[in-house]
C-alpha cells in the first residue's frame, strides 16, 4: 500500500468517527435547544396569562364593581380575561393554548379533558408537585405543556366557588347553578396549562443540525484535497526524484545533477545528506573506474 493510500484511509477513519460523534452530540445539543426554546415559549405565555389575571383584579374590576350596577361582569374574573384573551390569539395561532381546566367549571370551556384530568389528579395525589411538564400529540402534532396546579389559598374565591346559595345571583343569572362549586379552601381544584406546539422549533433543530453536518463534511473535503495537494508536493514528489537518483546511481550512472535544496525542513535535509552521499559514491566510482584503468 503506498504512502498515499496509507494517509487517506487514516483521514477516512479519523472523519467516519468525528463525524459520527460530533453528529451525535450536537443531535443532542440541538434537540435540546429546541425542548429549551419550547419551554421557554410556554413560560412567557403562562407569565402573560398571570399578568392578565393581575391586571384584571388589580385595575378591571375596581373600575367595574365601582358602577354598583348589580351587573355581574365577567370580566371583572381573572379565569375569564385570560382565557378571552388567550382565545383571541388561538385565532391566528391555534396551536397556542391556555387554559385554567377544572372538573365540573362555572363555565363549561374551561372543563378538563381527559388528558388534563390525569394532570390534575397528579397534582391532587402529589400536593408537592409545583410544575409538570411533557409532550403529546395534539391533532397529530407533537405539542409541549407546562402546567400549575390551581389551589384555593384565598377564602374570598369561595364567595363565588363555594356553593351556588352563597354565590352572587347576577353571577347565577349568567352561569346557572351547576358548574364551579363545592371548592374547599387548599384544595386543588383543576390546573393552569399552557401548551404550545414543538414544530417550528423542531425544524429549526433539523436544519441546524443539518447544516452542521454538511459544514463538517465540507471542512473534511477540504482538508482532504489540501493534505493530499502537500504530500503529494511535498513528500511525494523529492521522494521520486530521490528514488530515481539513487537508482541511476545505483547502476553506476553518475550523470545527471544534484537534488535541488528547497526550504529548511525535513526533506531538504535529506536531500543534502543525499548530495553529500552521492558526492562521495561518484568519487569512489571515479577513483575505481580509475584504478581499473591503469590496472590494464
Ligand atoms: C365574583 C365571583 C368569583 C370569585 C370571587 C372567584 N371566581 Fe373564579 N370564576 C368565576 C366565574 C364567573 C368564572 C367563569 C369565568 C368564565 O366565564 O370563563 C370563574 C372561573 C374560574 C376558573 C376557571 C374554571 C371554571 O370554573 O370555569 C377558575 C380556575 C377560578 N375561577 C378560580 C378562582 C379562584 C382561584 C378564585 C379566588 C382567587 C376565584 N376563582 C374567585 C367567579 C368568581
Given amino acids: 500500500m503506498n504512502l498515499i493510500t496509507k494517509f487517506n484511509l487514516i483521514l477516512f477513519f479519523t472523519f467516519t468517527i468525528s463525524f459520527t460523534i460530533g453528529g ?17 415559549q410556554a413560560e412567557l ?6 399578568a392578565i389575571r393581575s391586571y384584571t383584579v388589580n385595575e ?3 373600575l367595574l364593581n365601582k358602577n354598583n350596577d348589580g351587573l355581574f361582569h365577567p370580566q371583572t374574573v381573572p379565569a375569564y380575561s385570560a382565557t378571552q384573551t388567550s382565545n383571541l390569539v388561538r385565532k391566528t395561532r391555534p396551536e397556542y393554548i391556555y387554559k385554567e381546566a377544572v372538573f365540573n367549571p362555572t363555565n363549561p370551556r374551561n372543563n378538563a379533558t381527559v388528558r388534563e ?15 409538570q411538564v411533557g409532550s403529546y400529540t395534539l391533532r397529530g402534532k407533537k ?11 384565598n377564602p374570598k374565591c369561595l364567595g363565588c366557588h363555594s356553593s351556588s346559595e352563597n354565590a352572587p345571583k347576577a353571577m347565577l343569572a349568567i352561569y346557572g347553578d351547576k358548574g364551579g362549586f363545592g371548592w374547599k379552601l387548599n384544595e386543588i381544584v383543576g390546573t393552569q396549562i399552557v401548551v404550545v406546539p414543538y414544530k417550528l422549533p423542531a425544524k429549526l433543530a433539523r436544519k441546524t443540525f443539518y447544516s452542521f453536518l454538511v ?63 552521492r558526492r562521495s559514491v561518484i568519487k569512489i566510482i571515479q577513483i575505481l573506474r580509475k584504478q581499473k584503468k591503469s590496472g590494464q
Wanted: proline content about 3%; hydrophobic content about 45%.
Fill in 24 to 40: 451525535y452530540y450536537s443531535y443532542q445539543l440541538t434537540e435540546d435547544n429546541a425542548l429549551q426554546q419550547v419551554t421557554d
Fill in 215 to 277: 459544514a463538517l463534511a465540507l471542512l473534511f473535503m477540504t482538508l482532504f484535497i489540501v493534505i493530499n495537494i502537500m504530500i503529494r508536493i511535498l513528500v511525494l514528489k523529492p521522494i521520486t526524484v530521490m528514488t530515481q537518483l539513487a537508482d541511476n546511481l545505483s547502476k553506476g550512472n553518475i550523470t545527471g545533477s544534484e537534488l535541488e535544496i528547497l526550504g529548511e525542513d525535513e526533506i531538504s535535509d535529506l536531500s543534502r545528506s543525499f548530495n553529500r552521499m
Fill in 117 to 131: 384530568e390525569k394532570i390534575i389528579n397528579k397534582f391532587k395525589a402529589d400536593p408537592k408537585l409545583v410544575k
Fill in 60 to 62: 378591571i374590576r375596581p
Fill in 45 to 50: 405565555i403562562m407569565q402573560e396569562a398571570l
Fill in 143 to 153: 405539542s409541549h405543556y407546562i402546567a400549575y396546579p390551581i389551589k384555593i389559598t
